[in-house]
């Protein structure tokens, strides 16, 4: 039985197809404890637990009818008869001796290489060869199937809550329910179906391929004329130029309980906390090339966070809304964050009367034609500068073939215009921000890098210590 790509799907299969530097999947990096009894970790237990995991109906055992979007003919989510494990679940080693250097070289090298879209659209490799021996689970997911469902489908496939589970159980439903309130929870259950076949299809499955292949048409012509008339472009950086396909990855490591501490004696949210140490991040890294930027533009991108997303579209809501300036020129990090905890403040309150693009509503259009225009808008060039996206987070310890996961590492696309893409999770106490930048654009990565690390270690040391936080008190900038 056949299940029909959404307008949503469709438009991330485009980009992709018009731009041949944007890879447009999704992926994660997951560093494990050694396996218990030192032994190595066992490739064939894990694909079979995939394969058991997966199901007969999951959209995940399923490929396109083919490889591209066509304007008369669509391709359809079919059944493969060639879905073999083997080839989507495999094994490498990490060159000697395995420490962070090697890990980012060749994690910026796997995000290299798209999807082959003649088979199912993601892939897993189990990484051997981290130093303590250590290992990994890395895998990549194309973005026309992982909103929702089918995204923790693959992480439910390949992790546990507990060391050693029984073979068959998959902990989808038992890591749902601990994600947090229904409403948070519909991120899982409401937006996409991969566990069998009456969910299987995508946000918007009965829609005809004729009728997605009119939304795609309406959506290309209504998102250029939004972006020529009625949104203001960012101001340029070095990070916004055309870009190769080449990856170039980094991460940053913080403590979440420090993360929190700065949000509880500085006011604002964790959000804001996040948002202002890349914004000091940024500042140390255009001042290291010698160059002048006062404001970025960075934006949400919208497939990822699709149920915030959608509601805010469904009630008329400002494209603006997803867009947050970010304020490079305080160097005071007191002042630096106050600024941008009221920017953020204002945004979510929709008082974003002030700054540009204006108003830009979508009263009267259908759903479908709403998700694919924002999604184009999400990776138009010139829109914003930067692309950071605060991604969900397990709250319980996670496990693989009975070893304990110790880091995990996200990923989220690039194309051409936007250098520099970051995506934030949390997991088990760390606040983990991972860095996905152009190969030739970024050599200096690092320097980026270092200056999130640093602009957070700075928001960190204006917090009250925390043996004296019961004597003294800051008003905060709002709960």
């Not at 959608?310 to 603006?320: A, F, W």
């Amino acid at each position: 039985m056949r299940s029909y790509l959404s307008p949503l799907d469709a438009a991330f299969l485009e980009i992709e197809e018009s731009d041949e530097t944007a890879h447009m999947q999704i992926g994660c990096a997951m560093i494990f404890d050694p396996v218990p009894g030192g032994d190595r970790p066992s490739l064939e237990r894990l694909r079979e637990r995939v394969r058991v995991r997966l199901g007969e109906g999951s959209i995940l055992r399923r490929r396109l009818s083919m490889p591209r979007v066509d304007q008369l003919s669509l391709p359809v989510w079919l059944p493969d008869p060639d879905f073999d494990i083997g080839q989507l679940v495999r094994r490498a080693t990490l060159p000697e001796p395995g420490g962070e250097g090697e890990l980012t070289d060749w994690l910026g090298d796997y995000f290299s290489h798209r999807l082959d879209r003649t088979r199912p659209l993601w892939e897993v490799t189990l990484l051997e060869g981290l130093e303590g021996n250590r290992w990994a689970l890395v895998f990549k997911v194309h973005h026309c199937l992982i909103d929702g469902i089918s995204g923790a489908m693959i992480v439910a496939a390949l992790l546990d809550v507990e060391p050693e589970p029984e073979e068959a159980k998959a902990p989808l439903e038992e890591m749902a329910s601990l994600v947090g309130e229904d409403s948070e929870r519909g991120v899982l259950t409401q937006r996409r179906g991969a566990v069998g076949e009456a969910a299987g299809g995508g946000i918007d499955g009965p829609i005809h391929p004729r009728r997605v292949a009119s939304i795609l048409s309406q959506s290309r012509r209504m998102a250029e004329t939004l972006a020529a008339e009625e949104l203001m472009p960012a101001q340029q950086t070095s990070l916004n130029r055309p870009i190769g396909a080449s990856r170039r990855v980094a991460t940053v490591e913080v403590p979440s309980e420090d993360l929190a501490r700065v949000q509880q004696d500085l006011g604002g949210t964790v959000d804001d906390v996040v948002f202002a140490a890349v914004a000091g991040g940024l500042r140390r890294f255009f001042e290291s090339r010698g160059e002048k930027v006062g404001r970025v533009l960075s934006m949400e991108p919208v497939g990822l966070r699709l149920r915030h997303a959608s509601e805010s579209l469904s009630r008329g809501n400002r494209v603006s809304a997803l867009l947050l300036d970010l304020d490079l020129a305080e160097a005071d990090p007191r002042s630096h964050y106050r600024r941008i905890s009221a920017a953020a403040s204002a945004l979510n309150e929709g008082n974003v009367e002030e700054r540009p693009p204006g108003p830009v509503r979508f009263a009267g259009l259908a759903p479908p034609l709403v998700q694919s225009v924002v999604a184009r808008l999400a990776y138009m060039p010139g829109l914003f500068n930067v692309a950071i996206t605060h991604l969900p987070s397990s709250p319980i310890t996670l496990y693989s073939l009975g070893a304990i996961m110790r880091r995990t590492f996200p990923v989220v696309p690039i194309c051409s215009g936007y250098a520099v893409s970051i995506a934030v999770t949390d997991y088990d106490g760390k606040t983990i921000f991972g860095l996905n930048a152009d190969r030739d654009s970024v050599p200096d990565l690092e320097v980026l890098r270092a200056g999130i690390e640093d602009a957070f270690a700075e928001l960190r040391d204006l917090c009250v210590p925390v043996k004296t936080r019961d004597l003294v008190s800051e008003p905060g900038l709002r709960s």
